[in-house]
């Protein structure tokens, strides 16, 4: 049966046109590899443009400077990229987060791009579970037409991190530089009001994925343990968010946390639980596909990528 395209199919092949042009894709947009019975997927979104001034506002930026001159990164403005991950079994087809949809930053949002490309269809997705509701996890929900991007989903959030979003003062309360965020996680959390449901730290959300209480980079941020056998597997979504930086400095405030002291005490026991246990860990914003472990390093930690 042809289909007849529509006034939005034309408006979506002519934005994937204009994106394919505009911005050279990365040679490897998917990482794959299997968990036990599970396939999991790591989706890119894209990337993240942020300010130095943004992610270290409370530090010397000279301190901060010859860290970053160090690890070979620019002192200006670092581009994380944002890994969306989808876990396959039997019975469901999940991702955790939706990432930064069409309104967020030019360099981001391409998450439906990236499933196109691993073959998944929007309306396979069987279930979806936030990390937390910032821009680049929660605004790829709904679409340029105001749609479900992911129709047949059901939805999971923190109980903490639903509340702390959809509080009255939340907005009043929220800095100036991040008042659109604010805004943004209403507008969309509004959309899922009848459709969400909610969960707290250290319940099994669903099976085999367990919530990690991961608060401070929001006040309700949660990671998701994956257990197969003796091993794990963590999707630490941004409670660890730069790999240099989070893992060696794990006590720098960093200014995308909205609690940096508890942000910080969070890091430190991650980390030492991590490196204890020899957990897989994907994240959210370390190079794609975000695969690796935490290793000890003398008093602090590193990163080590698959
Ligand atoms: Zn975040």
Redesign the pocket.
Known sequence: MTRIATRRDWLKAAGALALAGAFPRTAMALGNFDFGARSITVLSDGNLVLPAAFLFPDLPKDEIDAFLAAHGLPTDALAPDCNVTLVRDADRTILFDVGAGPNFMPTAGRLTDSLAEAGVEAAEITDVVF??G?P??LWGLIDDFDEFVFPEARYRMNRAEWDYWRADDTLAKTPEARKSFAVGAQARLARLEDRIELFEPGEEVLPGVEAVDTTG??QG?VSFMLHEGSDSLMIV??AL?QASVSFERPDWPYG?DHEPERAIATRLKLLDRLAGERSAIIG?HLPHPGKGRAERDGAAFRFVSD
């Open positions: 990390t937390h910032h680049d996890h980079h929001t941020h979504g941004d968010s995308s959210y």
